[in-house]
């Protein structure tokens, strides 16, 4: 920050340039989306004359192209090439080891000691005064795409149980209702299947609070797998799930479920060295038009 402060004293930098910073930390405090965030970046990079690109690790650790500014027709080589970014993610220092595939010089973006991507300059320029230019983007990516990455967790948070990862009871409730106008408005069929983890109160003995997590966890991740992705599985509770079934009768839930169980009998689940196959207390409800979206779910929770 120091270095930061000094490079602003030096006035190198012109006063154009101070402002399209300035509109940049005003788009962030607007929770602008990211993609005007880099045209502003791009607009501040424009004397550069050199193709550059932003990639960012995603959660998974793998890379992702956020941002070129360049010959579209080099940009898939530069694509083919992104193998390389899995032999430099810890590195924390600037990168000169890949002209080869095109990436002249690679400029980590680091946030809380972290690499959380890279800058990159496709071109081999000699940067002058423009260097404090491109170190300002640098720095300032790396508290963007944190901050970027917080706000998506946080959106997920309200509608996700980070357990899990279904959705969770407060989105599914504000759903059900919707779903349920529609099976009204277009006279579709809906079924609401909910189901518990048969004995989960012994698994929880057997493997402790952090178990009895991981096997809800992998129960969570089952239901999305055997589920469409207009189903909607989700966690109401400690040890209830339920998955809306649109366009699906009674007949067609039942069907569901038995595949759902053939699943859980073929495919065990391992936690702490156990393996087990889960067996499930379920409840299939039709919805009727005599039916309030409340006494709906009621109903179906009655397992």
Request: charged residues 30%; aromatic residues 12%; hydrophobic residues 40%.
């Amino acid at each position: 920050m120091e270095y930061l402060k000094q490079i602003l004293k030096s006035n190198k930098i012109e006063m154009g340039n101070v402002k399209e910073i300035t509109d940049i930390f005003e788009m962030l405090g607007n929770q602008q989306e990211l993609k005007n965030i880099f045209k502003k970046i791009n607009k501040y990079l424009e004397n550069l004359e050199a193709e550059y690109s932003v990639w960012e690790y995603n959660r998974d650790k793998d890379i992702q192209l956020l941002m070129f500014n360049g010959d579209k027709d080099k940009k898939e080589g530069y694509l083919n090439n992104q193998h390389i970014f899995s032999k430099v993610q810890k590195n924390k220092k600037p990168l000169a080891d890949f002209e080869a595939e095109g990436f002249n010089l690679m400029l980590p973006i680091i946030s809380r000691e972290e690499v959380v991507g890279y800058f990159c300059l496709h071109q081999n320029i000699e940067l002058g005064d423009k260097w404090l230019n491109v170190y300002l983007i640098v720095q300032l990516l790396g508290f963007t795409l944190k901050y970027y990455e917080m706000i998506d967790l946080m959106k997920e948070m309200s509608v996700v149980d980070v357990i899990t990862g279904l959705y969770n009871y407060r989105h599914f409730r504000l759903q059900i209702d919707l779903e349920v106008e529609k099976a009204k408005r277009f006279k579709k069929s809906l079924t609401l299947a909910t189901m518990k983890v048969k004995d989960f109160d012994e698994i929880n003995k057997k493997l402790g609070f952090e178990g009895g997590e991981q096997v809800l966890k992998l129960f969570g991740s089952t239901l999305k797998k055997i589920s469409r992705k207009t189903d909607m599985p989700s966690r109401l509770n400690d040890e209830m799930f339920a998955i809306l079934l649109y366009e699906t009768d009674l007949q067609g839930a039942q069907k569901y479920i038995q595949r759902l169980e053939k699943y859980l009998s073929e495919v065990p689940i391992v936690v702490q060295g156990y393996s087990f196959s889960l067996q499930l207390e379920h409840n299939l409800v039709e919805y009727s038009k005599l039916m309030s979206s409340e006494e709906f779910l009621e109903e179906a929770k009655k397992i």
